[in-house]
């Protein structure tokens, strides 16, 4: 267990509106990050985070942005919501120095109507 | 450009059988690949993994070998499990500056029949 969670699991929301989905770690790791998982498409990288208010883009970033103003926390808002939104999104957390590897939260299903 | 390709959306096995995943490069930058296996509702998780300067990795049931010449990793599962059925990811990071970022393909589903 990477100590990784995701709130919400679940949200449901309508075209327009602002949503923000938060990933926590009680690890204290430097990298996090966040995917969106959508059938054909595997996992895309939508921005990361190398430390306390340091992120950047990642290959899907339009219409998303971040915030990190704390290492456990990484904020990911879609400032207003299309039906192309609609995803499943992961939190990750990159391992310690030398360590490729990273760990996935639970992840959050989003459906915008 | 897709740099990470599975070109198999789909497997299936018998129980006992030996499953085979496939995985494509094409960024000679890579020098660093993982295994990841995503059940449904659940996040990715991490599997194994394997360095270039290596050609094969083993934990338990699970074998990756490399092939860098072709560009070319595999997921062996040997016996395959009913449990194993899931959606196999593979993905691929270089070294130094860039080894905070990991591409990914599009998996792989794998269903073991019993």
């Known amino acids: 267990d990477a100590g990784i969670t995701q709130s919400p699991r679940h949200k449901v929301t309508e075209t327009g509106t602002p949503v923000t989905l938060r990933c926590h770690q009680t690890?204290?790791?430097?990298?996090m990050y966040w995917y969106r998982q959508d059938p054909g498409h595997g996992l895309r990288l939508i921005h990361y985070?190398?430390?306390?208010?340091?992120?950047d883009k990642g290959e899907v970033s339009d219409g998303y942005s971040v915030s990190r103003s704390k290492t456990e926390d990484f904020l990911l808002t879609l400032e207003s919501a299309t039906s192309s939104q609609t995803s499943v999104y992961f939190c990750?957390?990159?391992?310690?120095?030398?360590?490729?590897?990273?760990?996935f939260g639970p992840g959050t299903r989003l459906t915008v109507l | 450009d897709q740099q990470v390709k599975q070109n198999s959306p789909s497997l299936s096995v018998q129980e006992g059988r030996i499953s085979i995943l496939n995985c494509d490069y094409t960024?000679?930058?890579?020098?660093?690949f993982l295994w990841y296996k995503k059940y449904p509702a659940e996040g990715p998780t991490f599997l194994i993994s394997?360095?270039?300067?290596?050609d094969k990795n083993e934990d338990g049931r699970f074998t990756v070998f490399l092939n860098k010449s072709a560009k070319h990793l595999s997921l062996h599962i040997v016996p395959s499990q009913p449990g194993d059925s899931a959606v196999y990811f593979c993905?691929?990071?270089?070294?130094?500056?860039?080894?905070?970022?990991?591409?990914f393909g599009k998996g792989t589903k794998l269903s073991v029949i019993p």
């Open positions: 394997i360095s270039s300067i290596k």
């Open positions: 690890e204290n790791h430097r990298y």
């Open positions: 960024n000679s930058m890579f020098d660093y």
């Open positions: 990750a957390i990159r391992g310690g120095q030398g360590v490729n590897e990273q760990f």
């Open positions: 993905a691929a990071s270089p070294s130094g500056a860039g080894s905070y970022q990991l591409t």
């Open positions: 985070s190398y430390g306390v208010k340091d992120t």
